[in-house]
């Protein structure tokens, strides 16, 4: 039997507050609330695994809860939850030690990748799939590809050397990742997460070695880094191809040494940690344009994992749709719809470019949209029908490769978007910063 992890929600709207809690409870976590800042600072002598804090309490500032947080329990993961228009304050937010921020209104799929980060995974048993016992971890599929995949994932755990896992987004990197922690030697050390893709070219170094006190204007205090947090650990760094060129030296030689000197000092401190990379883009080719040095790309290269992308492995979407099924019934307080044999075809036939996280936004919009006790074509979200216009009409108006195919899938998605690239990338389920790459890599008009 496995403990449940706590989480304590810091929101001081009731509304808000009790549905993040319902959503988190359907999810295996456990819960506890404060409505404002006494409340929350109340909650630090608790048992409590990650604090989620929304920026704004009323006429409170949830920017306090995390000062008071960091310096009585620095090593409880902080998330701040914020408003569109207040993203210059979550960046503060990270300077002062939050981990990580989410805009409000909170997409659950982003909020559980997540927690799925910065949370090891002791509420999921790691031997057997929530679906049916065929996956690893929280994987799911009994195809030949992730069989392979699952293989693969038990060799390299029994390592410490580094890994360099790859894929399309959405194929579930960070899911290896953590599987890999579990099942190896260090599952009972910290499991650091970092999304390079997520922080400001600026904060990269600050986040990942940390800083002292004055190491640069608004440092009024010390703070460690993710290689430190990690000391003894493992450090799992998501969307590594992203990471400036100007850092990669500097990772390149803690990779080597196992030591750094946090921004603002040349004192080096040594750390012990398994590094686990993830990316979906093509590194050889970074390095021939020279956006990746490859000394650094071999030094990650060590032991690699490649993710089958959905189209790869069609058998495993019925399995994948009844999960996603029941899950997010379950956390809409909705029974679990049955699903038309002509909605499953065209599950099984359409490309996902956004792999298994767009599958799984597709199916919690039918859930949510629809009352009827089965899924039928008409419930289909319209960015995957276009209206009336499925995937097969438009594969017919492309040549077959799938560079062509994806860029057909970004056209369409920001057709249907309004031009609005965040609504885009959600209905893709890919990060905006991917989709403004891949928009200017592919040389989409819209």
Not at 55 to 65: D, I, Q, T
């Amino acid at each position: 039997m496995s403990t449940k992890q706590t989480i304590l929600i810091v929101e001081d709207q009731a509304s808000e507050r009790d549905a993040l809690g319902r959503m988190l409870r359907s999810e295996g976590y456990s819960t506890r609330s404060a409505s404002s800042r006494a409340e929350a600072i109340a909650a630090i002598e608790t048992g409590t695994d990650l604090v989620l804090c929304d920026l704004r309490l009323g006429r409170e500032s949830g920017l306090e809860v995390l000062k008071i947080w960091k310096e009585k329990r620095p090593a409880i993961p902080f998330i701040m939850m914020t408003a569109y228009g207040e993203i210059a304050s979550a960046v503060e937010a990270m300077k002062s030690g939050a981990i990580d921020y989410l805009t409000k209104p909170l997409q659950p799929n982003n909020l559980l990748v997540l927690l799925n980060r910065f949370l090891p995974m002791r509420n999921v048993a790691v031997n057997s799939s929530d679906a049916d016992g065929s996956g690893l971890g929280r994987m799911i599929g009994h195809s030949p590809r992730m069989q392979e995949v699952y293989s693969r994932i038990q060799r390299v755990a029994e390592s410490d050397s580094i890994v360099l896992i790859t894929g399309e987004s959405g194929t579930g990197k960070e899911l290896v990742a953590s599987a890999i922690h579990e099942l190896g030697r260090r599952k009972d050390g910290p499991y650091i997460a970092v999304n390079v893709s997520a922080l400001p070219d600026s904060l990269v170094e600050a986040e990942l070695f940390g800083f002292v006190k004055g190491a640069f204007t608004g440092a009024s205090d010390g703070r460690q880094g993710r290689f430190l947090a990690a000391d003894k650990g493992t450090l799992f760094m998501d969307e590594i191809g992203d990471l400036p060129i100007s850092i990669q030296p500097k990772l390149l030689r803690v990779l080597e040494k196992f030591a750094f000197a946090p921004v603002g000092t040349n004192e080096e401190q040594k750390v012990d940690v398994r590094l686990i990379a993830a990316t979906s883009r093509n590194i050889a080719e970074m390095v021939d344009r020279h956006e990746f040095r490859i000394d650094l790309y071999h030094r990650l290269n060590v032991l690699a994992i490649e993710l089958p992308a959905l189209r790869q492995r069609p058998e495993d979407i019925p399995q994948l749709v009844s999960f996603f099924l029941k899950d997010c019934s379950q956390r809409h307080l909705r029974s679990k719809p049955a699903i038309s044999d002509d909605v499953m075809d065209f599950l099984m036939k359409y490309e996902w470019p956004g792999n298994v996280r767009q599958l799984r936004n597709a199916i919690e919009t039918m859930v949510v949209m629809s009352h009827n006790e089965e899924l039928t074509t008409e419930h289909l979200p319209n960015y995957l029908s276009g209206g009336k216009v499925g995937p097969s009409e438009l594969i017919s108006q492309i040549p077959g490769t799938l560079e062509d195919l994806e860029r057909v899938a970004i056209q369409h998605a920001l057709k249907r978007s309004m031009g609005n690239r965040t609504h885009a990338a959600q209905n893709l389920g890919i990060s905006v910063r991917t989709l403004q790459r891949k928009i200017k890599q592919s040389g989409v008009d819209f």
